[in-house]
């Protein structure tokens, strides 16, 4: 079985410019949480998606910032006219979220560089 | 909102020394993951924990889920030099909340 996949591992942009983090959860899994970690911090949470739905985005920016979840395809975490502040490792997960037994499991991160 | 506390933040120890390191909430909770993280890799799990009391071990982890279900701790015995890293609590306080984690703590392990 793969596990959650992120790409890129590394991108880099100018400021202004759009950021477009791709996610594919575990085979089967229907629940993809977003979160970002600054150098030497913990992780942040940003936004929790089902197929098709937000259900949480209370830590993710007003403006500049979206995600998706499709019915078919990756979860997409979107950066709008990005600034140096945005440059950070994001790390995407998920999640089976049965009744009884929950765990989260991380893909690999983008780290993305804004210069 | 909710909030994890970790301690210590940092620790640095002998290789071979048994270490603990424990996480404290004012809520009560359902679950309890511990996550090790690695530079520039994602979290790995590394032992879940379901019910107040419970006792779970993974090789020369072991964590415990608090009574009061407001804290838990980790031990790891016999540390070795790949045992450096970042651990980390999360809990999954309310089913369709989002997972919250703690800051952490940063373990050294010196030859």
């Known amino acids: 079985n793969a596990g959650v996949m992120q790409n890129p591992r590394h991108l880099v942009r100018r400021r202004g410019q759009e950021a477009r983090l791709r996610c594919s959860p575990v085979k089967g899994h229907s629940h993809v949480y977003w979160y970002r970690q600054l150098p030497e911090e913990g992780l942040k949470f940003m936004v929790y998606?089902?197929?098709?739905?937000?259900?949480?985005e209370s830590g993710m920016p007003k403006e500049r910032f979206s995600a998706e979840f499709p019915k078919e395809g990756p979860s997409i975490l979107r950066i709008q006219q990005v600034v140096r502040g945005d440059s950070a490792a994001y790390f995407c997960?998920?999640?089976?979220?049965?009744?009884?037994?929950?765990?989260?499991?991380f893909g690999s991160g983008t780290q993305l560089s804004v210069l | 909102g909710q909030q994890l506390n970790q301690s210590p933040q940092s620790m640095f120890i002998q290789e071979g020394e048994d270490v603990s390191m424990n996480c404290t909430s004012s809520s009560i909770f359902n679950t309890w993951l511990w996550y090790k993280q690695d530079p520039g890799e994602g979290p790995v799990l590394l032992i879940a924990l379901y019910k107040a009391g419970e006792l779970t071990s993974n090789g020369r982890l072991t964590a415990q889920f608090g009574i009061t279900r407001k804290d838990s701790f980790l031990n790891i015995s016999a540390s070795i030099p790949s045992d450096v890293g970042i651990y980390f609590c999360a809990e999954d306080g309310n089913y369709g909340q989002n997972f919250v984690f703690g800051p952490g703590t940063r373990l050294s392990v010196l030859p």
């Open positions: 998606l089902q197929k098709e739905n937000i259900i949480d």
């Open positions: 997960a998920s999640s089976p979220r049965t009744a009884k037994g929950e765990k989260l499991f």
